[in-house]
């Protein structure tokens, strides 16, 4: 077997202590969800619709949460005729402007850990479901927090700590 001058490089390459740092740096940044997660299921191709503060914003908090492993995107970009079909939607969702994520959580434990990191990670709307979160960094929207279902309040002021 041998090895081509390309791959001698990067065997040089990846030997140098700096290059395992910039090595890191790049891998350390990729997205924890795929595409297909942040799509609206009428459109697979709108997961570029999602605003880009709004997927790095959630991705730090899966992050901080340490959650990536348990990563269920239930609802991110929706197109309008989608989210007109969904008994519960508002007609200003964030989600038809790329800027909302739901996730889908096991345990309230997890759900708890992801709100807190949600509010650390700077989002300033938090809606807190039975095992479900919203998070939304819409500036068209008031901040705050609220339960769910919808008109019902959270069952903790996930700010309270931070204001």
Not at 95 to 104: I, K, L, W
Not at 130 to 155: I, K, Q, R
Request: proline residues 8%.
């Amino acid at each position: 077997m041998s090895i081509s001058s390309s791959s001698w490089d990067l065997i040089i390459m990846f030997g140098n202590p700096l290059a395992w740092i910039l090595a890191i740096a790049l891998f350390s940044r990729r997205r924890i969800c795929d595409r297909e997660s942040y799509s609206s299921p009428d459109d697979p191709e709108s997961f570029h619709l999602l605003r880009r503060s709004t997927r790095r914003m959630y991705e730090r908090a899966i992050r901080i949460s340490g959650l990536a492993d348990r990563c269920r995107v239930i609802s991110a970009v929706r197109t309008a005729s989608y989210n007109r079909t969904l008994p519960n939607s508002v007609e200003n969702s964030s989600h038809t402007r790329g800027m909302a994520v739901d996730t889908q959580f096991d345990t309230k434990a997890e759900r708890d850990r992801f709100v807190e990191a949600a509010v650390k990670a700077g989002f300033p709307r938090i809606g807190i479901g039975n095992l479900s979160v919203h998070v939304d960094n819409d500036p068209e929207l008031p901040p705050g927090s609220w339960g769910y279902p919808l008109g019902t309040p959270p069952p903790y002021d996930p700010f309270e700590k931070y204001f």
